[in-house]
């Protein structure tokens, strides 16, 4: 069973920067060839994809996060990072990492971590 442990959050002040990490573990030598994303939930909304590279090194991303927010994935260490900046109040949300064979990112399938919360308040 692939797990997936996500670390990193916390509070920052609109403009700071956060690294989210998720680590994997149960995917055996396959992790490499896992699609990976970030999704985040904000109270009252539904979850939405943040960042996303398929294991070919294709990415998607929304153009609310293009220019601030940068996935990378370390196969090495089955770990997957998020680099947030420039963060504003209206990413405050839980973020998740999400482990999956396809890439509809659309679908909410596959595995997911806990997440871990970031607030973004002065």
């Known amino acids: 069973q692939v797990q997936l442990v996500e670390s990193g959050g916390g509070l920052v002040q609109p403009g700071g920067s956060l690294r989210l990490s998720c680590e994997a573990s149960g995917t055996g030598n396959l992790f490499s060839i896992y699609n990976m994303g970030w999704y985040r939930q904000a109270p009252g909304k539904q979850r939405e994809l943040v960042a996303a590279?398929?294991?070919?090194?294709?990415?998607v991303s929304p153009d609310s996060v293009k220019g601030r927010f940068t996935l990378s994935r370390d196969d090495a260490k089955n770990t997957v990072y998020l680099q947030m900046n420039n963060l504003k109040p209206e990413d405050t949300a839980v973020y998740y990492c999400?482990?999956?064979?396809?890439?509809?990112?659309?679908?909410?399938?596959?595995?997911w971590g806990q997440g871990t919360q970031v607030t973004v308040s002065a």
């Open positions: 590279v398929s294991s070919g090194g294709s990415r």
């Open positions: 999400n482990a999956r064979w396809d890439v509809e990112w659309r679908m909410k399938t596959g595995y």
